[in-house]
């Protein structure tokens, strides 16, 4: 095992900040989330939602943003591991999909909760 550097902590989260680069300027469905994201943070403002009431949307954000992202990098492992047609890597990307759409329903469910009573 290589000894602690802070230099090769640091280069780790370039490369991270690079990949979540790459994600938002290549994948279309990060400018959904994107779009999504911008408009629910400012409805937050505009209704003045309460401390507690943010934790909910940031974590609602943050689970959508992350299981998208998760779900692209298994649909490209499985393009690049399995390019030829395939019943087992189609299921493999439907339940990562699946993932995004259960993350993104308890999103609208938790904004639903917080933004209804404020209509």
């Given at each position: 095992m290589k000894p602690f550097s802070w230099k090769?902590?640091?280069k780790s989260f370039v490369f991270s900040w690079?990949?979540?680069?790459?994600?938002?300027t290549t994948e279309h469905n990060a400018?959904?989330?994107f779009a999504a994201t911008i408009a629910?943070?400012?409805a937050g403002f505009l209704f003045h939602i309460s401390p507690m009431e943010w934790i909910a949307i940031c974590g609602c954000i943050t689970l959508v943003w992350v299981a998208e992202?998760?779900?692209?990098?298994?649909?490209k492992i499985m393009?690049?591991?399995s390019p030829e047609?395939?019943?087992a890597v189609k299921d493999i990307k439907d339940i990562a999909s699946g993932?995004?759409?259960v993350a993104a329903v308890f999103a609208v469910i938790t904004g639903l909760i917080v933004f209804i009573p404020k209509l």
């Amino acid at each position: 095992m290589k000894p602690f550097s802070w230099k090769a902590r640091l280069k780790s989260f370039v490369f991270s900040w690079a990949g979540i680069v790459t994600f938002v300027t290549t994948e279309h469905n990060a400018w959904i989330h994107f779009a999504a994201t911008i408009a629910v943070v400012t409805a937050g403002f505009l209704f003045h939602i309460s401390p507690m009431e943010w934790i909910a949307i940031c974590g609602c954000i943050t689970l959508v943003w992350v299981a998208e992202m998760v779900n692209t990098a298994i649909e490209k492992i499985m393009n690049h591991l399995s390019p030829e047609r395939s019943d087992a890597v189609k299921d493999i990307k439907d339940i990562a999909s699946g993932a995004v759409l259960v993350a993104a329903v308890f999103a609208v469910i938790t904004g639903l909760i917080v933004f209804i009573p404020k209509l």
